[in-house]
């Protein structure tokens, strides 16, 4: 099936640090959304992403649609403790009844 | 009303027990979906249902069914569940089924299967 290659797998940063994480395929999305999810809880949607090059930021965090529609990355600036958990990207193939692709997931832990 | 729920948050069942995990949402979405997390991977796809229909079925074992009483609530039905079935099971709903749609997760049911 198709797949989406996440990275990085986990990070240990600074509180205060800026975070950079990415999504990438060999096939073109239509839809890109990124999630947190917390232990024991359900994935939060963080941004949604509809258009190649659209960039767009939610308070700290800030994610782009690739130019291609086969990447996305998500950023996270000035990192807080509570950024602590999964990443997941998500991307949809095309606009007809496709379920949604998950990445792998990127593991963020905040030292204080 | 903006969120999905799931009923119970955590379930323990014997491999003989029938249960049901419950699924409910308010925001007139049309498209639910029934997805098994196993721990440190992402969400797995087992069921969606499209305007109160099954739509896609991942090749679920027949053990899981699941069941779609009206637009707001999704059932999935448990019996003679196996070990290796104890995951988060987490119930998701969207305006429709096709791209451009974001998906809302509950916050899941914690199955362990004794």
């Known amino acids: 099936g198709q797949q989406l290659n996440q990275s990085p797998q986990s990070m240990f940063i600074q509180e205060g640090e800026d975070v950079s994480m990415n999504c990438t395929s060999s096939s073109i999305f239509n839809t890109w959304l990124w999630y947190k999810q917390d232990p024991g809880e359900g994935p939060v949607l963080l941004i949604a992403?509809?258009?190649?090059?659209e960039l767009t930021s939610n308070g700290r965090l800030t994610a782009q649609f690739g130019i291609t529609r086969k990447d996305s990355f998500l950023n996270i600036s000035a990192s807080i403790p509570s950024d602590v958990g999964i990443y997941f990207c998500a991307g949809q193939l095309n606009s007809g009844n496709t379920p949604l692709v998950f990445g792998k997931g990127t593991r963020l832990s905040v030292i204080a | 009303d903006t969120e999905v729920t799931q009923t119970p948050k955590h379930l323990v069942m014997g491999m003989t027990n029938k249960k049901s995990l419950k699924c409910e949402q308010h925001?007139?979405?049309?498209?639910m979906y029934w997805y098994k997390q196993k721990a440190k991977k992402p969400p797995e796809l087992m069921f969606v249902?499209?305007?109160?229909?099954?739509?896609i079925n991942e090749s679920v074992p027949s053990r899981f069914s699941p069941e779609c009483p009206n637009s707001s609530l999704l059932n999935l039905h448990l019996h003679a569940l196996q070990p290796e079935d104890s995951a988060l099971y987490l119930c998701?709903?969207?305006?429709?089924?096709?791209?451009?749609?974001?998906?809302?997760f509950g916050p899941g049911t914690r199955l362990t299967v004794l």
């Open positions: 992403l509809y258009k190649a090059g």
């Open positions: 925001m007139g979405h049309r498209a």
């Open positions: 998701a709903s969207s305006t429709g089924p096709n791209a451009y749609n974001e998906q809302f």
């Open positions: 249902y499209s305007y109160e229909k099954l739509s």
